[in-house]
């Protein structure tokens, strides 16, 4: 599948693009090759502005410097693209801070025509909104970059993961910063006040609509997980009703199995057939013998990761 990249990467370029568009000229680094003790993976990105402003990294900090330079040379000769390996051999290891022995290769790319796309970060974020699935195929020896799967190399772009919480409850208090840490954007939807307050959700937009409403503005995707907290038909049902309708990955509830028996029977009668049923986890989560709120949150995280790497490997994010 060759090497993933990340919500991180994604807004690098969409800030490189910015930049772009208010007449700037970028340039686009990517981590093409690794070896040994390397701090970013391949695939990892840093965008350069040509007066020296730069988001994103390569190496964690080693060799940023010398790469920012490196881009404002390229951008002021109007080149297209050029190759920068850096290693423990190399005399200049210990000025760019990689005398600990990994080495890497950076591509820098002009942002436009031959080198990579302005159009391409458009398709990437349209791409992330609608849960596909883009590939980014260069030439190493033109700089060129291009939509597909052919080319010196390939990199994958997974949509970021979204998570619709239904039930600001006690479970979901603690599922909230699990999923956060897994880099999964969580909305909280619960129209009962006394359980959607601001205080119990720090820092996070509760939707206080009905969850067949909220949902039906949330558009779950493809790279979208619903899970079901309440314990109260009214709210549960109509959610999972609209996941089932959506390509969702990952959609659960909590309940007994006696419970869950009969929120399939109640489904079922709205139209919904055993194959559609059969994607619905109930209950919720891996069985690790949870006793407490944390612990079923974890559970619920951890099936939900599950899921997600069933479909999409871990495996492939380290592939060269």
């Given at each position: 599948?060759?090497?993933?990249?990340?919500?991180?990467?994604?807004?690098?370029?969409?800030?490189?693009?910015?930049?772009?568009?208010?007449?700037?000229?970028?340039?686009?680094?990517?981590?093409?090759?690794?070896?040994?003790?390397?701090?970013?993976?391949?695939?990892?990105?840093?965008?350069?502005?040509?007066?020296?402003l730069f988001e994103g990294s390569?190496?964690?900090?080693?060799?940023?410097?010398?790469?920012?330079?490196?881009?404002?040379?390229?951008?002021?000769?109007?080149?297209?693209?050029?190759?920068?390996?850096?290693?423990?051999?190399?005399?200049?290891?210990?000025?760019?801070?990689?005398?600990?022995?990994?080495?890497?290769?950076?591509?820098?790319?002009?942002?436009?025509?031959?080198?990579?796309?302005?159009?391409?970060?458009?398709?990437?974020?349209?791409?992330?909104?609608?849960?596909?699935?883009?590939?980014?195929?260069?030439?190493?020896?033109?700089?060129?970059?291009?939509?597909?799967?052919?080319?010196?190399?390939?990199?994958?772009?997974?949509?970021?993961?979204?998570?619709?919480?239904?039930?600001?409850?006690?479970?979901?208090?603690?599922?909230?910063?699990?999923?956060?840490?897994?880099?999964?954007?969580?909305?909280?939807?619960?129209?009962?006040?006394?359980?959607?307050?601001?205080?119990?959700?720090?820092?996070?937009?509760?939707?206080?609509?009905?969850?067949?409403?909220?949902?039906?503005?949330?558009?779950?995707?493809?790279?979208?997980?619903?899970?079901?907290?309440?314990?109260?038909?009214?709210?549960?049902?109509v959610a999972l009703a609209a996941?089932?309708?959506?390509?969702?990955?990952?959609?659960?509830?909590?309940?007994?199995?006696?419970?869950?028996?009969?929120?399939?029977?109640?489904l079922a009668a709205l139209g919904?057939?055993?194959?559609?049923?059969?994607?619905?986890?109930?209950?919720?989560?891996?069985?690790?013998?949870?006793?407490?709120?944390?612990?079923?949150?974890?559970?619920?995280?951890?099936?939900?990761?599950?899921?997600?790497?069933?479909?999409?490997?871990?495996?492939?994010?380290?592939?060269?």
């Amino acid at each position: 599948m060759g090497p993933q990249l990340t919500g991180d990467d994604l807004a690098a370029l969409v800030t490189a693009a910015g930049w772009a568009r208010a007449g700037h000229n970028v340039a686009v680094a990517t981590v093409i090759e690794t070896w040994g003790s390397a701090p970013r993976r391949i695939g990892s990105r840093l965008v350069i502005r040509d007066d020296g402003l730069f988001e994103g990294s390569v190496s964690g900090g080693c060799v940023e410097g010398d790469v920012i330079t490196e881009a404002q040379a390229l951008l002021e000769t109007g080149g297209v693209s050029r190759r920068l390996d850096y290693g423990v051999a190399d005399e200049t290891a210990w000025q760019v801070g990689l005398a600990c022995g990994g080495r890497i290769s950076v591509l820098v790319q002009r942002l436009g025509d031959g080198g990579f796309p302005l159009a391409l970060v458009d398709r990437l974020v349209a791409a992330a909104a609608d849960g596909d699935e883009v590939a980014l195929a260069t030439n190493l020896s033109s700089g060129a970059t291009h939509e597909g799967g052919s080319g010196d190399l390939v990199l994958r772009w997974p949509p970021p993961r979204r998570l619709a919480i239904i039930g600001a409850v006690h479970i979901g208090q603690a599922l909230v910063p699990l999923a956060q840490g897994l880099g999964i954007a969580v909305t909280v939807i619960d129209p009962r006040g006394l359980f959607a307050a601001d205080a119990r959700f720090a820092g996070l937009d509760l939707d206080r609509r009905w969850p067949d409403e909220a949902l039906a503005d949330w558009r779950p995707n493809a790279a979208s997980a619903v899970v079901a907290l309440t314990h109260d038909p009214k709210l549960d049902d109509v959610a999972l009703a609209a996941a089932l309708r959506s390509p969702a990955f990952y959609i659960a509830a909590l309940g007994s199995r006696k419970n869950h028996g009969r929120r399939r029977e109640r489904l079922a009668a709205l139209g919904f057939s055993d194959s559609d049923l059969n994607r619905l986890h109930g209950p919720a989560g891996l069985d690790i013998g949870a006793a407490d709120p944390a612990e079923i949150a974890l559970s619920i995280a951890a099936e939900l990761t599950a899921t997600w790497r069933a479909i999409h490997p871990a495996k492939a994010a380290a592939a060269a």
